[in-house]
């Protein structure tokens, strides 16, 4: 039995995974949806299993222990996206930040041996400047696309590699992994479709 849950399930790149986990998962024998608005299905494919909804904010550890209780994996696309010219800077620490530690601390409590992390390709300093390169060529000087939303999810993702290999309650270890997506834009997308409507 593999249990996973999923932290913004709600969202665009929670119902993606949620309707690939549902389609292409076999062995996954439960998933739990956890997120601030209760989880319904938005997207058009047959399920394979009931989806246990966990209604919750992230900043709230007791919630987040009782959807992690017992699971195989987390997969924590949970965030705040805030590319303005002036975000909310308060709430992007809260989310992306603080949230993340609060899903960290969540998964040694309840013995959850796997966290997938979803970070941005915003993270990366230097993006534009790197294009036609590699990683590898990206310079700690050079600046972040969004440097508030950039930076919050940098820190993240740090904390999370960092997470990497520490103990868990059971005995067990923790192990971390975070990925850095390119722009996603597909079914259910609203931020691209409203950026678009500027240009």
């Known amino acids: 039995m593999c249990s ?3 932290t913004g399930a709600s969202g665009f790149l929670g119902q993606h995974i949620i309707q690939h986990l549902q389609l292409n998962a076999p062995w996954v024998t439960e998933i739990r949806a956890f997120d601030m608005t209760s989880f319904s299905k ?16 992230i900043g709230d550890t007791q919630a987040l222990r009782k959807a992690f209780h ?15 010219f002036q975000p909310d800077r308060k709430l992007l620490r809260k989310v ?15 013995d959850v041996p796997i966290l997938i992390y979803c970070s941005t390709i915003s993270a990366v300093q230097g993006y ?12 700690d000087t050079w600046p972040l696309l969004f440097r508030d ?29 975070s990925l850095i997506p390119p722009t996603m834009y597909g079914e ?10 500027f240009w």
């Not at 938005?42 to 904010?57: E, P």
């Not at 017992?70 to 303005?84: E, G, K, P, R």
């Not at 939303?149 to 270890?173: F, H, Q, S």
């Not at 259910?188 to 409507?197: C, E, F, K, M, V």
Request: aromatic share 4%; proline share 1%.
């Open 4 to 6: 996973v849950a999923v």
């Open 42 to 57: 938005a997207l058009d494919y047959k399920s394979r299993l009931d989806v246990s909804i966990y209604t919750g904010d």
């Open 149 to 177: 939303y950039g930076g919050t999810k940098k820190e993240a993702e740090w904390m999370v590699l960092r997470a990497d290999k520490t103990p868990l309650t059971n005995g067990g270890t923790l192990r971390t992994v």
């Open 128 to 139: 534009f400047n790197c294009l036609g390169g590699s990683e590898t060529d990206v310079e």
């Open 188 to 197: 259910g997308d609203r931020l691209i479709a409203t950026i678009l409507q």
């Open 96 to 110: 992306n930040v603080e949230g993340t530690a609060n899903v960290i601390a969540a998964c040694q409590t309840e």
């Open 70 to 84: 017992n699971v195989s994996a987390v997969l924590h696309v949970a965030s705040v996206i805030d590319v303005q």
